[in-house]
Structure formats: structure tokens, C-alpha cells
């Protein structure tokens, strides 16, 4: 892209996110590229997370646009596809309710992608509220392993790695693909969009767009239990070429 400031529409899915949506929104309001739009999309919450945003956007004093939609069908690819129809941004960034990114997150997001023959931009996250084994174990192994296993994959045409709430990706590319697979519920939506993304340029794994996350679900389900999920969710799209509605739910609720 020849615009050194393209537009970007962040995606924000948020479905009974009221205890960290009001965080993630001011460190989203402390970003130093303002050429862009926050889209929070309320994912059929039961909690007060529409009440959180609408007052942040109303007391606030804005240097961009922040808007909340609101996407009844629950499903965080149902609310991705609800923000991404409504955006206006050339680059799509995507980022979970829970995360507290930098304030030059999206400008290095943005830098990152504009390199040549790069369709996405993707990196780690940081779980900086757990515990010291849990953050460590993530973080190394995101470097040590996801990122070398990025490159081996894209060299076969496999597909490649993305963290589905830290991802920059062009809007022209995300609407050539095809969009958010809503078929898909939460294990298996970040390995569907970056093979087929992959098919379109380089997906870059770097820690230089890293984000603080949340580690409120290897709190609940075990660290072991929930990497294994994503390691089978990744090798069954990597011999199988993609991977189903069923075997989505099945990551979710194994038998």
C-alpha cells in the first residue's frame, strides 16, 4: 500500500466481557495511529458489557472512532463477520476483549504489513495476570515453537499460524477469502483464516506486535488441556487441508 497511514478497523468480539472490556478500550484510546475505528461487537451478552462501552464512548473525548454493534447470534466468527461488514478500514485488526495492547500496536501492525507479499501479521500474547509456569510456558513457547512452525508450514503451502485476537489482515484479502467462517465456533476459527489467507501472500508470526492477555481460560481448564486443543485443532488443518463445523464443536466439547 502506497498510504503510509491506511486506515484500520479494529474487530473487538465481546460476549460477558464487562470485567475487561473498559481496560482493553482505554489502552485502544492510548494508540498513537488515530487513523483508524474501534468496532466492539456485542455478541449476545448477558452481562452489562453493551452498558461498559456505551458509557466509555459517551464520557470519553475521543480521538477516533469507537462504535458498538450488536450481533445476536453468539459465536465469536459470527461477531468477526458482523464488524468486518461494517467496517471501513483497508486493514482489518483483530483483537480480544481481554487484551491490553501497546500503544504502538496498530502502528507496528500496520508497519509489519505493508512489507511486500505479506497478507497478515500475526503475534503472541503476553498472559500477564497468570501464573509465573502458565506465562512462561505460553510466551517461550509461541517464540520457540509457533513462530519456526509458521515459516516450515508456508514453505509446504499448509497454511500458517495467526492468534485470533492478535492478527493485522487486509481487507481485500479477508474479502477475497471469503470472510469469517460462521460455521466455526472458538477452536479451529484461527486456523481456518490463516490458511486461507496463506493462500493469498506471507503470514508474519513476530513478537513485535505481542499483546497482554487474559489468562482467565488456563486458569478454568488446565494449561495442557487447552494447548492441546489448539495443537489438534492446527495439525487436523494441516494434513486435512481445513477443518469443519464438527470437528470445531468437537475441540470445544470433546466426548
Not at 450481533?71 to 464488524?83: L, M, N, P, S
Not at 461494517?86 to 500503544?103: F, K, Y
Not at 487436523?236 to 470445544?252: D, H
Request: charge should be positive.
Amino acid at each position: 500500500m502506497e498510504n503510509a497511514t491506511p486506515k484500520v478497523s479494529v474487530l473487538v468480539p465481546a460476549y460477558n466481557e464487562e470485567k475487561y472490556i473498559l481496560k482493553t478500550l482505554e489502552a485502544l484510546q492510548q494508540q498513537d495511529y488515530t487513523n483508524c475505528e474501534v468496532l466492539i461487537i456485542n455478541n449476545a451478552s448477558t452481562d452489562r458489557t453493551a452498558e461498559v462501552v456505551r458509557s466509555f464512548i459517551y464520557r470519553n473525548h475521543l480521538t477516533f472512532k469507537f462504535r458498538l454493534l450488536n450481533e445476536g447470534r453468539q459465536g465469536t466468527q459470527f461477531a468477526r463477520e458482523c464488524g468486518r461488514k461494517n467496517a471501513t478500514g483497508v486493514i482489518i485488526a483483530q483483537l480480544d476483549a481481554d487484551c491490553l495492547p501497546s500503544p504502538n500496536w496498530i502502528s507496528n501492525g500496520v508497519k509489519l504489513l505493508q512489507q511486500k507479499g505479506i497478507a497478515a501479521v500475526a503475534g503472541p500474547y503476553d498472559y500477564f495476570d497468570g501464573k509465573f509456569l502458565v506465562r512462561t510456558l505460553t510466551y517461550f513457547s509461541q517464540l520457540l515453537v509457533l513462530q519456526p512452525l509458521n515459516t516450515i508450514v508456508q514453505v509446504f503451502r499448509k497454511g500458517g499460524v495467526v492468534i485470533g485476537g492478535n492478527v493485522f489482515i487486509h481487507a481485500a484479502i479477508l474479502e477475497r477469502a471469503g470472510g469469517y467462517n460462521t460455521a466455526l465456533c472458538f477452536y479451529g476459527d484461527d486456523v481456518d483464516i490463516a490458511l486461507k489467507v496463506s493462500r493469498y501472500g506471507h503470514i508474519l508470526f513476530t513478537r513485535k506486535i505481542t499483546v497482554k492477555s487474559s489468562s482467565r481460560r488456563y486458569n478454568a481448564k488446565g494449561f495442557f488441556n487447552v494447548q492441546a486443543k489448539y495443537t489438534r485443532a492446527f495439525f487436523q488443518s494441516l494434513f486435512r487441508k481445513g477443518i469443519n463445523a464438527q470437528q470445531s464443536v468437537e475441540l470445544a466439547h470433546p466426548r
